[in-house]
């Protein structure tokens, strides 16, 4: 409502002081600049039936609730959820359906979302359909019967796919479904999706939002009060809470969000400029190279590429020994660390989609994906070329 007057430059200064100043803004009672971290697992009560606010800390902790509250208002919504992980926040939004409920995935949907979907949530009735959300026509389609909810996710996960999330919010809103959209790549700083008409945003927080490969957390903001009510009762009946400290932890990586990703982006356009022009890589998805595919809808829905970027290592190198000689980069799962990662999602991230399905959405097995870090870019081009140097076929 506020922020429909509000310029580009204005947004982004509001968003920066947020980013160090909203939600609860440090300790009233005592001056302390930093949140503290209530380590209590309950409150003394006034008498019966009268407290401070808080009554047990699976319920409400003020750590997590000045998270809470922040994540809430970087998002611009109505209210904000954390947990122990990504997955937590997925599957406690997934409780919002019932038995006899559809939903419709992206094709490239986070790994973690559809062995959830396919091994637990399907047990009890909920039924997904996969459906390839870049294209408008087939999630349209999909609309026959009865959908609950679209999930998606923009760019996803590892080709950079880039999904129309105006688009998709309108159709699903037109059906009656919900449109919840995992921001992780992203961050509140790059794309708001409840700004462009998503219900439900996601963070796996354990990624850019924390920053600092030290945490496990996830976060679910939303615009709607309703939502957010039985969000709120699914939190505390299942509990699967964020603890204070790690509350903390992405307290404190929130404050250099902004900082890091335009570093990280700074970074993620030199490396993926060496990559394309490289010999070794026969293909490169980034949403900030001009001709990659979904690049004008990208534009208009975030500010930013992000710092992901894959690619596909050509047949003339080998791709174990690409792994086992990068130096600075770590090899490993994950991503939106201040440190450069590296990946294999066919055996990785996306070993829990099975092979066929795999190949058809475009899982090369020779698919690399790299997560761009705050380093100084021209060491990770330098660990880059050293790789592609050894393991290239004589
Ligand atoms: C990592 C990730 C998740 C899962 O989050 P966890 O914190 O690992 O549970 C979900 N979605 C995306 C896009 C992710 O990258």
Redesign the pocket.
């Known amino acids: 409502m506020e922020n429909e007057m509000i310029t580009e430059p204005d947004l982004q200064r509001i968003f920066n002081t947020l980013l160090i100043h909203g939600g609860i803004d440090g300790d009233e009672k005592t001056g302390a600049v930093s949140v503290p971290v209530y380590l209590t697992s309950t409150y003394r009560q006034i008498e019966l039936g009268q407290h401070k606010g808080y009554e047990y800390s699976r319920t409400g902790n003020p750590t997590r609730e000045a998270l809470e509250v922040l994540i809430k208002e970087l998002e611009r919504g109505a209210a904000g959820f954390a947990f122990a992980?990504?997955?937590?926040a997925?599957t406690a939004v997934l409780l919002l359906f019932k038995s006899g409920d559809r939903v419709i995935i992206s094709n490239n949907v986070?790994g973690?979302?559809y062995r959830v979907l396919d091994k637990v949530f399907k047990r009890f009735g909920l039924e997904y359909e996969i459906a390839d959300t870049s294209n408008i026509q087939e999630v349209e389609s999909k609309f026959n019967g009865e959908i609950a909810a679209v999930i998606v996710?923009s760019p996803a996960?590892p080709l950079l796919t880039i999904t129309d999330i105006r688009k998709i919010s309108q159709i699903a809103k037109k059906n009656g479904a919900l449109t919840i959209v995992?921001n992780?790549?992203m961050t509140p700083y790059l794309q708001r999706p409840l700004e462009l008409g998503a219900d439900i945003v996601?963070h796996?927080?354990?990624?850019y939002i924390g920053g600092h490969s030290d945490v496990?957390?996830?976060l679910v903001v939303t615009g709607d009060t309703e939502i957010a009510n039985r969000l709120q009762f699914l939190q505390n009946a299942t509990g699967g809470v964020l603890p204070p400290f790690d509350s903390w932890l992405l307290l404190r990586g929130l404050k250099t969000l902004s900082v890091r990703m335009d570093r990280h982006i700074e970074n993620a356009v030199y490396v993926a400029e060496f990559l394309k022009e490289h010999d070794g890589v026969t293909r490169i998805f980034f949403p900030g190279i001009e001709d990659s595919i979904g690049y004008n809808i990208h534009k208009k829905q975030a500010k930013g590429p992000g710092a992901m970027i894959s690619f596909i290592l050509s047949q003339e190198y080998d791709i174990r020994i690409f792994f086992q000689n990068v130096k600075l980069i770590s090899l490993g799962e994950?991503?939106g660390g201040v440190e450069s990662l590296v990946s294999h999602p066919a055996s990785m991230t996306h070993a829990s989609i099975p092979p066929e399905i795999r190949r058809k959405v475009g899982i090369d097995d020779n698919l690399i994906r790299l997560s761009v870090g705050i380093e100084d870019k021209e060491a990770i081009v330098d660990d880059l070329k050293y790789a592609f140097s050894k393991a290239r076929k004589k």
Do not use: P, R
């Open positions: 992980s990504g997955m937590a997925i986070y973690g979302t996710e996960n995992d992780t790549f996601i796996s927080a354990t990624k496990i957390a996830g994950s991503l």
